[in-house]
C-alpha cells in the first residue's frame, strides 16, 4: 500500500519525533546505587581541571558516605565510561564533549548568560540508552558548588559551621531533577581578622580545613587568612591555610584592620626614615600610633612592595582587605586636613594594587566610618576610589543600613555584610525574618545596581549556628529563600526525616523567642554585677516583658528537642544544639532572677532575696554540670593542644576571652572553666556584699536619679565591688591553668551530657512558674483622651540634665531637640512626672532620629517609679537604635503597669528621662501619659 506523498512526509516527521523522544527524555530515572552496589560511573570532561577533579572526589565520597558503594571517577574517553548505562557528568562546556553537545542541542543551558559566573545546573535526562545526571557549571567553581548543591537538596546531606551530617540509604535513584542557580552577588567573602583572636589560635589543620570547606559549600568565593606576622594563628601555617583556600577554588583576602604595610608603629622604621611624613592616630584612647602619610613616597614604595610580595608567594587575583585607619582617630587636624588625608589613602592604596597585582581588588568595610566621619568627609573618600578595583562592604547592614545614608555610595562597587556576632555574643539571639527581609530589600532594590557583594563578617566564629547558615545562603540569592522552607530544609538536613517533625517543633519555638524581634539574652553573669543598664546583657523593661512572654516557646523547644534522644544518639550537632538550648534556657531565667534578686534587696525583703540567691546559684551550678561534659565549651583541650608554645596560655586568656587588659569581659562566653572559677565566684561575692548590706539596712539610695538605684547601694554610685571582682579576676589571669583550675572527674557531673541537660530542664519547668508573663489587672490596652500629664516641648524649661553629659535639649518651632554632642558620651534630660499609674498608666511618645554623625546612634527613654512599698527604682524602659528606623517618626504607646510589674506592683511614675548616646540627635513632637 502506497501512501500520498504529502501523507508520506507526516509519518516521516513523526517517527522523526519518536526517534528523537527514544534518544533523549528529561523524564530520566538515573540509578547511582542499588542495594549498596555501585551501578553508575562519574565521568569528567577531557579537559577537566583540578577543581573539577576535586568536585567529583567530593561528590564520589559523600555518595559512599550515604550508601557505602564507591563509584569510579573516570575521563571521556575511557572505555568503562564509554559503556555506562548510568553516568553522573561533571564539568562545563569548555571541557566535557558530551555536556557540549548537550548544550548545543539546547538540552543545557551553560552558557554566560545564563546561569551567569558561578551558578550552574543540575538535571537528569536520558539520551540514546543513557541515563545521565548532569552537573555543569560556568565556571570550575561552579562545578563544585553544583556537587555540594546536590548533595543537599537531592541527598539531604547537610553542611554546617559546626559539622556535618550524612543520611544512611543503601539505595540512591533520581528522577525529574532540573536545578538552575546562579549568585545573585557576584563576589562573596567569609572572615574578618576578629575571629584570628577570639575563635581560631588552638585550631589544628582539620578544623581550618572545615571551615574553608564550609565556606565552599556554601558558594563563597573569597576568604581572609591570617597573615604570617599574626601571634594568634597558633598551630597552623597561615600559608598553608592560604594554599587551600586557592586549592578549592577561592580568591584569599590577605591584610585587614591595622595588620598591613603602613604600620609604622616601630621606632626603627621612623629612625631609618626620619624625613618621611608620618600620622599620628590613636585607637580609642590609646596611642599614638603611627603611619606612613598616604602623599609620602614611602607609602607608594611600601605598598608596591607588599603587594608585590603577595603575588610573587601566591599568584595574582587576590584581594586586599586594607580599611582606612579602623577605629582609628586623628587628633590635632583640621577638618580639611582630616579630609585630605583620607582621600589621599584612597587615591594611594588603590593605586599601589592596581600596579603589582591589576587582577586584585581593594575591599574594606565601612567599620571605619564609625570613628566617627561626617557624611561629607565619606563622599570624598569614597568618591576617590579607583571605579572598578575596589569594593565597599556596609558594615553590618542588618543594623547600620550606611549605604542608603551614604546614597549607595555614589555608584560605586559595594556590598552587604552581616555582622551580628561582637567578641562576646556567643548567646541564641537574631531576627530571622528581618533577616531575610533586609538582604531582600537590597537585592531587588533598583538603586542598589552597583550592589555585587555579601560579606560574613562575625567577630567570632561557629556560635549561633542557625543564624549564620540563614545567612549564608542569603548571600547567594535571597530571593529564593523562605523563613518556613529553611527551617524545615535545616531540620531535614541537621536531624534526619525521621526526626524532622520534633525538631522542626524545636526550631519553630527558636524562630518564636530568641530568633524573633525579641532576641536572646547574653548571661549577666558573664560580666562584673550589677550589670549597668545600658549593657548589652541587660535588656531594658519593655525586652525583659517580652521575653517573660516568649520564654515558654524556649522551653518547649528544649523539651521537643530531648524527645529525639534515642534517634539522635550519634548525632554530634545535636548534642551541641542541645547544650546551647539549655544554656539560653538557663541565662534567660538567670537574667530575669536576678531583677528580681536586686528588686528584693531594693524593697529590704530578706527571705525572697535569699530564695532569689540560691536560685541563681543553683541555676550556674546547671550550667557548669552541662558544660563539664561537654569538651567543645572547655578550656582544657585548648592549653593541652599549646602547651608547647611559648605563651600560648597567656594569649588563649587574654585574647581569645579578654581576661586582662582594656576590652576585659569583651569575650565572654560560656567556657566551663570560666562559669566555674571565673563567673561564679564573682557572681557569689556580690550577692554577698548585697546581703550584707541588706542585714545591716545599709541601703544608701541617693536622690539623684540618673544613675541606676542599685548603683547608689554600692557607695553611692562608686562600685566598692571592684576591688573583689579583681582578686577573683587576678587569681584567675595570673596562676597557671594547669596547677589550679583543672577539675577532676570526680567532680564532674556524673552522667551524659543528655542527662544533665535533661536534669537542667526538670529544673526550669519547676521555677518557670516564677517567671509568669507580665500583667496587671484592670490595666488597659488602649490610651484614651490626655488627662494625666504631657510635654509638647514647646518649652523645656522644666527638664533637667541628668548625670550623664556631652549635650543638649533645646526647643525648636515647638519640637524638642536632644542632641549628643561631646565624645561618645551618653546625655539624659529628665523631667519630674508625679503621676498616679492606676490613673494614667499608658506612655505615648512620638520622635524620629536626625542624621546621626556615625552609623550607630541609639535613644532609650528611662522612668523612676515607686512601687507600693514606696521603694523607688530606676529602668531603661525601652529603646531604639537608628537604622532600624532610617529616620523615620517613631510612634509607641507603652502600659507601664503591665512593663513594670514584672519587677514590683507599680504606683507611681516619678520622672521620665530621655537620653540620646553616640553623636545622636533626636527631634521629639510630644510625649505623654494618658488613661
Known amino acids: 500500500m502506497f501512501l500520498p506523498i504529502k501523507m508520506v512526509s507526516k509519518a516521516s516527521s513523526i517517527l522523526t519525533m519518536i526517534v528523537m523522544m527514544a534518544s533523549f527524555s528529561s523524564h530520566a530515572q538515573t540509578l547511582l546505587v542499588q542495594h549498596g552496589k555501585p551501578v553508575a560511573v562519574i565521568v569528567l570532561g577531557a579537559k577537566n581541571g583540578p577543581i573539577e577533579r576535586h568536585a567529583a572526589g567530593e561528590l564520589a565520597g559523600y555518595i559512599e558516605k550515604i550508601s557505602g558503594a564507591k563509584l569510579e571517577i573516570k575521563s571521556e574517553g575511557d572505555a568503562v565510561a564509554e559503556n555506562a548505562r548510568n553516568v553522573i557528568l561533571l564539568g562545563q562546556f569548555e571541557t566535557g564533549n558530551q555536556i557540549r553537545k548537550f548544550c548545543e542541542r539546547k538540552l543545557l543551558a551553560l552558557t554566560p548568560e545564563h546561569p551567569d559566573s558561578d551558578g550552574f545546573v543540575v538535571k537528569t535526562l536520558a539520551s540514546d540508552g543513557v541515563h545521565y545526571l548532569v552537573i555543569g557549571g560556568f565556571n570550575e567553581r561552579g562545578t563544585l558548588y553544583g556537587v555540594y548543591h546536590f548533595l543537599e537538596e537531592c541527598l539531604d546531606v547537610g553542611f554546617f559551621w559546626d559539622g556535618e551530617h550524612v543520611p544512611k540509604r543503601d539505595e540512591i535513584i533520581l528522577k525529574d531533577v532540573d536545578l538552575i542557580e546562579a549568585p545573585r552577588f557576584k563576589l562573596r567573602q567569609h572572615l574578618q581578622e576578629c575571629p584570628f583572636i577570639y575563635s581560631t589560635p588552638c585550631w589544628r589543620w582539620g578544623d581550618w580545613k572545615h ?77 599614638p600610633y603611627y603611619f606612613i602619610h598616604p602623599k609620602d613616597p614611602l607609602f607608594a614604595e611600601l605598598g608596591r612592595q607588599a603587594v608585590r610580595d603577595i603575588v610573587k608567594t601566591h599568584g595574582p587575583g587576590n584581594l586586599y582587605c586594607v580599611p582606612p585607619y579602623d577605629e582609628m582617630n586623628a587628633r590635632n587636624l583640621s577638618p580639611e586636613e582630616l579630609k585630605s588625608y583620607r582621600a589621599d589613602f584612597a587615591q594611594a592604596m588603590g593605586a599601589c594594587v592596581k600596579a603589582e597585582d591589576p587582577q586584585g581588588r581593594w575591599v574594606f568595610w565601612t567599620w571605619p566610618f564609625l570613628h566617627p566621619w561626617t557624611n561629607e568627609e565619606v563622599k570624598t573618600f569614597v568618591t576617590a576610589l579607583p571605579s572598578d578595583g575596589a569594593c565597599i562592604f556596609d558594615a553590618d547592614t542588618g543594623r547600620i543600613p550606611s549605604y542608603k545614608r551614604y546614597d549607595y555610595f555614589w555608584g560605586k562597587n559595594w556590598g552587604v555584610s552581616v555582622l551580628h556576632a561582637f567578641g562576646s555574643d556567643e548567646a541564641l539571639k537574631g531576627d530571622l525574618a528581618d533577616l531575610i527581609k533586609r538582604i531582600k530589600q537590597v537585592g531587588c532594590d533598583p538603586r542598589a545596581r552597583h550592589c555585587s ?60 523567642s530568641v530568633y524573633s524581634a525579641n532576641g536572646g539574652s547574653e ?83 530578706s527571705d525572697r532575696f535569699k530564695d532569689q540567691a540560691q536560685m541563681l546559684d543553683l541555676l550556674l551550678v546547671k550550667l557548669e554540670d552541662i558544660l563539664s561534659r561537654f569538651p567543645l565549651y572547655q578550656i582544657a583541650p585548648m592549653i593541652e593542644r599549646t602547651k608547647n608554645i611559648p605563651g600560648a596560655e597567656k594569649r588563649i586568656r587574654n585574647n581569645m576571652f579578654t581576661l586582662g587588659g582594656p576590652l576585659r569581659d569583651y569575650a565572654a562566653k560560656d567556657m566551663y572553666e570560666l562559669v566555674k572559677f571565673y563567673y561564679h565566684p564573682r557572681v557569689n561575692a556580690y550577692i554577698q556584699r548585697l546581703m550584707e548590706k541588706l542585714s545591716s539596712r545599709n541601703l544608701a539610695l541617693s536622690s539623684d536619679q540618673s544613675v541606676s538605684m542599685l548603683g547608689f547601694c554600692l557607695s553611692n554610685g562608686k562600685n566598692e565591688m571592684d576591688s ?33 541537660v535533661e536534669q537542667a530542664l526538670a529544673f526550669i519547668k519547676k521555677n518557670i512558674k516564677a517567671m509568669p508573663a507580665p500583667s496587671f489587672p484592670g490595666a488597659s490596652s488602649k490610651g484614651g483622651t490626655l488627662v494625666g500629664w504631657k510635654a509638647d516641648f514647646s518649652s523645656v524649661s522644666g527638664w533637667r540634665m541628668g548625670s550623664h553629659k556631652g549635650g543638649t535639649l533645646t526647643t525648636e518651632g515647638g519640637k524638642g531637640i536632644l542632641k549628643a554632642d561631646k565624645g561618645y558620651q551618653a546625655v539624659i534630660y529628665g523631667a519630674r512626672v508625679d503621676v498616679a499609674l492606676a490613673q494614667y498608666p499608658m506612655l505615648g511618645f512620638r520622635f524620629r532620629f536626625r542624621e546621626p554623625t556615625v552609623l550607630t546612634a541609639y535613644h532609650h527613654i528611662w522612668v523612676t517609679w515607686e512601687d507600693e512599698k514606696g521603694t523607688v527604682f530606676r529602668h531603661r524602659l525601652c529603646g531604639y537604635r537608628y537604622g532600624a528606623v532610617e529616620e523615620s517618626w517613631v510612634e509607641a504607646q507603652i502600659d507601664l503597669n503591665k512593663v513594670l510589674s514584672i519587677v514590683a506592683k507599680p504606683v507611681k511614675l516619678k520622672t521620665v528621662e530621655i537620653e540620646n548616646s553616640l553623636l545622636c540627635t533626636t527631634e521629639w513632637e510630644w510625649i505623654r501619659l494618658t488613661p
Open 724 to 756: 573583689l571582682y579583681q582578686k577573683i579576676e587576678d587569681d584567675w589571669v595570673k596562676k597557671p591553668f594547669q596547677d589550679n583550675f583543672l577539675v577532676p572527674e570526680k567532680e564532674r557531673f556524673n552522667g551524659s551530657v543528655v542527662e544533665a
Open 523 to 605: 548571661g549577666m553573669y558573664q560580666y562584673r554585677l550589677p550589670a549597668k543598664e545600658d549593657s548589652g546583657c541587660r535588656a531594658t523593661l519593655v525586652d525583659l516583658a517580652g521575653k517573660r512572654e516568649t520564654f515558654p516557646l524556649l522551653v518547649e523547644g528544649l523539651e521537643a528537642a530531648l524527645m529525639e534522644k534515642d534517634r539522635q544518639r550519634n548525632n554530634s550537632l545535636y548534642e551541641r544544639d542541645l547544650v546551647d538550648l539549655a544554656r539560653q534556657c538557663l541565662k534567660e531565667l538567670f537574667n530575669d532572677r536576678m531583677l528580681m534578686l536586686e528588686a528584693a534587696f531594693l524593697r529590704g525583703e
Open 453 to 512: 557583594g555579601f560579606y560574613l563578617d562575625p567577630e567570632i566564629i561557629r556560635y549561633n549556628i542557625l543564624y549564620f547558615e540563614l545567612a549564608a545562603r542569603l548571600g547567594w540569592d535571597p530571593e529564593k529563600v523562605d523563613l518556613n522552607e529553611f527551617l524545615r530544609s535545616y531540620a531535614l538536613r541537621r536531624y534526619g526525616r525521621e526526626s524532622l517533625p520534633n525538631m522542626l517543633k524545636c526550631l519553630q519555638g527558636l524562630r518564636d
Open 211 to 287: 571551615e574553608i570547606d564550609w565556606a565552599v559549600k556554601k558558594r563563597f568565593n573569597a576568604m581572609k587568612t591570617p597573615d604570617k606576622s599574626s601571634h594568634t594563628c597558633l598551630l597552623v601555617s597561615p600559608k598553608n591555610i592560604t594554599e587551600y583556600i586557592k586549592k578549592v577554588g577561592m580568591k584569599p583576602v590577605f591584610w585587614g584592620g591595622n595588620k598591613r604595610f603602613d604600620w609604622a608603629n616601630d621606632k626603627k622604621i621612623r629612625e631609618k626614615h626620619p624625613a618621611t611624613k608620618y600620622l599620628e592616630l590613636w585607637w580609642w584612647s590609646e596611642g
